[in-house]
């Protein structure tokens, strides 16, 4: 990247860090598309993978008092099984179906909320945690984006905005970790990425920093819109790239 997009790549990132400690997810999914445009397709998803990390690990360290463990464990156990499963389907089922299926389903589910007019519904049970936690597995196996599905979780849990920050961004710093590990041995941290991580994830951390003090200011209903947007958002992203897919 020349100096021009340099400075593009900080802005994004100091801009997704900001996104994603405002909404609790959805960070990582603003990044990637603007990083595949400033590098070419493979790097630009590696490159997100690496720079992506430290962000969600500096929002779940500062929101880290408000897990709550049992139910932690109910998501993250589920969800990495689910996540071999999703890798075999990209496999063997056509991208473009499973993209545009996920995207569909999150569709639906924001128009249900909206419909609904009344957010105020009861909570669901803390066992259902499994299911969403296996289907987030899935759809991060195969198509890359499985917190949209943990975020509807957290909507419809009715958690409150610490324990949703804390909760989905410890679940996204344990895959993103994993998943580091992964490409770190499959040597696929060229030199040219490792030199320009740096700048980009110290502005992601950045962005987290200077989202706080807007969070605290922002009411619980008008944070929970926030995460039915962003849902809406992840949808649309799948859909589009299904679209866009030859």
């Known amino acids: ?49 690496l720079a992506g990390t430290p962000l969600v690990v500096a929002i779940a360290a500062l929101y880290a008092r408000h897990l709550r463990p049992a139910e932690l464990l109910l998501l993250i156990i589920p969800e990495f099984a689910g996540i071999p499963i999703g890798s075999a389907l990209l496999g ?61 979780y957290a909507f419809l849990r009715r958690w409150d905005k610490a324990s949703a920050m804390g909760m989905l961004n410890t679940i996204g710093a344990v895959s993103m970790l994993f998943c580091v590990f992964v490409q770190w041995r499959q040597g696929l941290y060229t030199p040219y990425i490792l030199a320009h991580v740096p700048a980009p994830a110290a502005a992601s951390v950045l962005g987290v920093l200077a989202s706080v003090p807007v969070l605290r200011r922002i009411d619980t209903h008008v944070f929970r819109l926030l995460m039915l947007a962003m849902i809406a958002v992840s949808g649309a992203v799948l859909l589009v790239k299904s679209m866009l897919m030859p």
């Open 1 to 49: 990247m020349d100096i021009a997009a340099d400075i593009t790549g900080i802005m994004v990132w100091f801009s997704a860090g900001f996104l994603n400690g405002v909404t609790s997810f959805g960070g990582n999914m603003f990044a990637a598309p603007f990083m595949t445009f400033l590098m070419d397709g493979k790097n630009g998803i590696i490159f997100t993978c």
């Open 92 to 152: 063997h089922a056509s991208p473009r179906l499973l993209l545009a299926g996920a995207g569909m389903m999150l569709l639906a589910f924001t128009a249900w909320q909206f419909a609904m007019r009344r957010i105020a519904a009861d909570a669901l049970p803390v066992w259902t945690g499994v299911p969403f936690g296996f289907l987030s597995g899935i759809a991060l196996g195969a198509t890359g984006l499985g917190g949209a599905i943990l975020g509807a």
